[in-house]
């Protein structure tokens, strides 16, 4: 795990986003609050902030940052929900990772509790959309947000 | 939590993938033994073995399930890196859970090694091949693995 | 840590239940769907999910356990907030610590997410209600379950 | 998990406290010393410390908080076990949660060390006693400490 | 992670040791009771216990396993402490690993409670004493525990 | 676990040492590749950075610290493997803890992966190196790391 400890300490963001692709009448389900296992994005919100805690467990060589700050966002779309994860800290490292993990944890949390509704869902499109803070500077994705729907064109 | 407790101990077993996107000249670095992180591919295969044992801290709602063994293959493709997990046990519960979070762990450790050379990795595809045992039977996914190479089309 | 190692696996239950006590406003708010940290209900319950299936992180002797299923219950009530947990295995060895440990994490997180509206509440009458499974036969407490908001007179 | 990345670094501290009610004879049990699992205040003290350190694992919208300090203390009285524990650190966000967690915990695991002698027993009181350091300034309890064994009348 | 999953299900045991090296005057101070940080072997037996349980998270391709009892002793020798941890599960996979990380985990808190005294301990023979149960039959050491204290010659 | 919050925040540092003794074939088959588990070096220095990120879980009342940098390295000799683990961190309280609980796992993760070969296998050795940074100020054990070899004489 590399050296970090001479890094200024200063405040980082990363924002993340990914999106599970199913069946529109899965969607719907879960829009109506019908969904048999219950507030499907409130939990698929919880696992996100809970993984983003722990990162440093789910990837060996990620440093452990106490973070600052976690914001989750899951929204439906016709055959999709779409997940955004911004992640703040204070510190000596980056938090790209624990966007990116916030982002998978929502996003496996979905699969677990709508695949007795549909086992084909596929995960697509995790990546990072912007991070500031630290030496290597501000990185805006190209397109970027708004060009989140083209992702699997890349 | 729902409950399993009357369903019957069988030996399951699931099989995932995913992919994560990169530029040509990173697969060739890791290829080459070149990486400044060392060996990344056997890092990103312990993180799937170690996070898939741990799924059920990772997702709220799934259930403890004592692995019976996990395989992590992970391959370098031309502008990509392809994981696939298999996960083994014998309960009450299937393990489908436990290899898409394999697979995750896997990519996102790629991306954690690698981001240093490319911070537009995307990661995609996270996808059950198959599964089996069980009282829901047999799931394989049309086209399955040998179409893998155009998950993003779909 | 006892040896349960020679004890009939079975199905075993355990239901327990506390109460954090607070302001008739404060429930007013989480009732409304006014609390400002969000779905507090939701949230308290999946608490209570992961912390028990974790519970013997919490309890240094307690035997590890794979639990069958978890049912939490989190009810409003003038001035307090209810919650009564019931967990489910097949194995060795009683849940009782596993149901107490659901009810705690869900008082403890119900505190955190309203302790900005009200420092002074007071978590009280975490305590099992019955069991079932096992060699030491079928607790039920006596006044049970009904007399439940007498607790705090004992 | 909101945002406390702007707030002040300062020390911090909290205390709270709770208590197991059980017979008499349960209690004198532990005290001198015959307690068929050996050392049960002792194994509550470490309990209540190795839980404090991993709060936010148990509290999912709890800030990961390196701790510097905790002090645990389990004392015998007629019919209860009465614990307090106090927890100290240096950072952005308060450690109330990190002490009701504590002594969460070290109920918790006095009541599976006794289980087999008192199933009836009830864990109560779990209160801030106060807290200092950060913006919202010093919190001390009206009746406070001394009045503890009032709390059930509340 | 090797496939356990064809293999039987049977009563298995397994029992390991370890010393750490220290002045007598140190080892006279614990056994005195005068240390500053408290008990110290008695919690250094509960780190043994919580470790044992968490086997699988220390070590990478360690299958899970649900422990049914552990036994810890640590001794105090004229210049040691020796610990002797036994470990009891019934599954499909021996627990020696489990033994040894009790060892391990009990040698490593002593240390930590006692450093402040002697920062020169070694931590030496750490091994398998016995094992039973499982395809690969009964192991017992030659020499074996009675032979302990010459296990830097071999 | 003692309040360090008065103490200097500085950068400190610690490197441990450790062996696990076997036979010659059982070193030539990890260093020819031919383990069955496959690349068992890159699995140990794995584990160790993995443990070392979370010794305050390993040891009751060791402080979370947020490590920034670990190097593990192992070494085949003739009849051992030797790992030697450097910890970096900046903060309020050292790292030898961390330095020693990497060590230990590496060495437990070299006897999992190869005790189909050799269950005879001892750890030993496990010792603290030097240290800097802090109150207690540096540390170097007295003959070091070149004297390595004579430590089982002690």
Redesign the interface.
């Known amino acids: ?5 001479a890094k200024a300490i200063t ?1 980082r963001e990363a924002v993340a986003e ?1 999106r599970i ?1 199913t069946r529109p009448d899965v969607v719907r389900l879960v829009s109506s609050g019908q969904a048999p ?3 499907v994005l ?2 698929a919100r ?2 996100a ?3 983003a ?2 990162t ?16 989750v966002e899951v929204r439906a779309e016709e055959n999709a929900f779409h997940v955004v994860a911004s992640v ?5 490292t980056g938090v ?2 624990e966007a ?2 916030a982002v ?2 929502a ?3 979905l ?3 709508l ?1 007795a509704q549909d ?10 959309l912007s ?1 500031s803070g630290g030496r290597s500077g501000q ?1 805006v ?1 190209k397109g970027g947000h708004t060009d989140a729907h083209r ?4």
Not at 1 to 5: A, K, N, R, S
Not at 56 to 71: D, F, K, Q, R, Y
Request: no cysteine; proline share 3%.
């Open positions: 795990m590399v050296d970090v400890g405040a990914g692709m296992k219950g507030d409130a939990v919880v696992a902030v809970v993984a805690k722990r440093s467990e789910w990837i060996p060589l990620a440093h452990p940052i106490n973070l600052a700050g976690v914001e703040k800290t204070v510190g000596q790209e990772m990116l993990t998978s944890a996003l496996l949390t699969y677990d509790m695949k086992r084909s869902m596929t995960i697509t499109g995790i990546r990072l991070k990185f994705r992702d699997t064109d890349e």
